[in-house]
Structures are given as structure tokens and as C-alpha cells.
């Protein structure tokens, strides 16, 4: 994302033009002038890519021989997942905890295998979770926003939300009866929500994504009716300068 880039030409130039749906608070301080602003412009975008987390649980008295068995089935995962040019492997987790019998005492571990998995195309990861049907378990999918999507829109919402600061100031400089004004501090906040924006699909069971996953025969099925708001924030204060 250009940001440093634009940082720069927001110092050198005036502000730019154009917007949509923003929020505005001000507050003015007469001792010295200064005027703050702070502008959120907010923008619906589709998901493009889904994420699919899917797991193993493997038990046994001996931790190492629990161990065995867990990466025994992710490394069968692994080889699967590998046949499709259109998938990564985000994130490997494992984890440790002790088996307890009824009366509290220790008998054997349990050791959890999970594979975090990443594409743009639902048809091969919808086929792809089900071939692993038998070896790992699917936790959850769901739909993201990429950084690529992201970055397309960036510039037209930080174009929207100057453009709307730009004539806050101009109705402020009026009702004052002030000429000019310099920036004395400028904060811009793009995209703060986005990495919690996410449509979780439902599961059937345990086992298995919903069918509406798993039978999607359309890269883009899963992403038509689905569309999240990112939000960008700019602050700012300007310090009036009397003629």
C-alpha cells in the first residue's frame, strides 16, 4: 500500500476531491486557533478468498507415540493439499494437553494437529476438504478480504474522506472569516477493522462444511451474496491563520 507516498503529497499539495459516507467531529480552540477534524469514510467490498482451518486429535498414554500419530495425518494432509496449485498452507499449530480419568488423575495426552489453509478458489478447496475427509476434521471457513482488494479501493477512500475534510474546512474558514490555514498534525487509520471482517460458513457437523460449501461448483458462489464495510479514519489539525 502506497501510504508513504501519499503522507508526502498530502504535505506538499492541498487536499484532494470526492466522497461518500462519512462521520465528522470538530472541535475548536479559540486561544490558538487550532481546529480539529477527524473524518470516517466507510466502503462495502466482496470477500475474494476463503480460508479453511482443519485439525486432527490423537490420543495416546505416551506423548511421543500421541505426537507420531498426529503428524502422521498431517503430513498425509500435507500431501493432498499439495496437488493444488491454487491453495497455501497459512499456518501449521500443534498443541498439548493431558488426558485426565474421571477421578482426576493423569492417563495419557491428548495432542491436536491443525492446518490453516488459503485460496481464492473455492472449487478446489471445497473438493480439497472433502478429500481429507477420514484424515482431518474441518473446524471453520471463512471468507476474507485480500490485501490485493484492498489496496484497489485505498486510494479512492482516502480521495473520498480529504475531499470531504477539504470542504469541512472551507465552511469553517468561511463562518470565521479566516483566508488560510496550515496542517499542524495529520493521522490517517486505513482499513483499522478489516483483519476481524470475516463471513464464517456454517458446519453440518464435526465433520463436514455445509453443503453449500462443499458442493460450490462456482469459484465466486461463495463471495455473490457475501460483502463486508471497511472503514478508513483521518484526523487532522489545522491552525487558522488570521489575515
Not at 69 to 77: F, G, H, P, T
Not at 152 to 179: C, H, P, Y
Request: no cysteine; hydrophobic share 40%; glycine share 4%.
Amino acid at each position: 500500500m502506497k501510504m508513504k507516498k501519499i503522507l508526502y503529497l498530502l504535505f506538499v499539495i492541498p487536499f484532494l476531491s470526492v466522497a461518500n459516507q462519512y462521520a465528522i467531529e470538530e472541535s475548536v480552540n479559540h486561544k490558538d486557533g487550532i481546529v480539529s477534524l477527524s473524518i470516517n469514510v466507510s466502503q462495502k467490498i466482496k470477500y475474494d478468498g476463503l480460508n479453511a482451518l482443519l485439525f486432527t486429535l490423537q490420543e495416546d498414554k505416551n506423548l511421543d507415540d500421541a505426537t507420531q500419530k498426529m503428524q502422521d495425518k498431517i503430513k498425509q494432509a500435507i500431501s493432498k493439499v499439495e496437488k493444488y496449485n491454487g491453495i497455501e498452507i497459512e499456518e501449521k499449530i500443534q498443541t498439548n494437553r493431558v488426558r485426565y480419568n474421571g477421578v482426576g488423575e493423569q492417563e495419557g495426552w491428548i495432542v491436536e494437529g491443525k492446518l490453516l489453509l488459503k485460496s481464492k478458489d473455492a472449487i478446489q478447496l471445497s473438493e480439497l476438504v472433502s478429500k481429507l475427509d477420514g484424515i482431518l476434521q474441518a473446524q471453520e471457513i471463512r471468507a476474507f478480504i485480500s490485501d490485493e482488494n484492498l489496496a484497489g479501493i485505498e486510494e479512492k477512500m482516502l480521495d473520498n474522506a480529504l475531499s470531504k475534510m477539504k470542504k469541512k474546512i472551507s465552511t469553517i474558514q468561511k463562518v470565521l472569516g479566516v483566508e488560510k490555514y496550515k496542517i499542524s498534525s495529520l493521522n490517517i487509520s486505513p482499513f483499522e477493522n478489516y483483519r476481524q471482517i470475516h463471513h464464517l460458513y456454517a458446519l453440518d457437523n464435526a465433520n463436514a462444511p455445509s453443503s453449500k460449501f462443499v458442493q460450490s461448483n462456482d469459484s465466486t458462489a461463495l463471495f455473490s451474496d457475501t460483502e463486508a464495510t471497511v472503514e478508513m479514519k483521518v484526523d487532522a489539525k489545522i491552525q487558522l491563520i488570521q489575515k
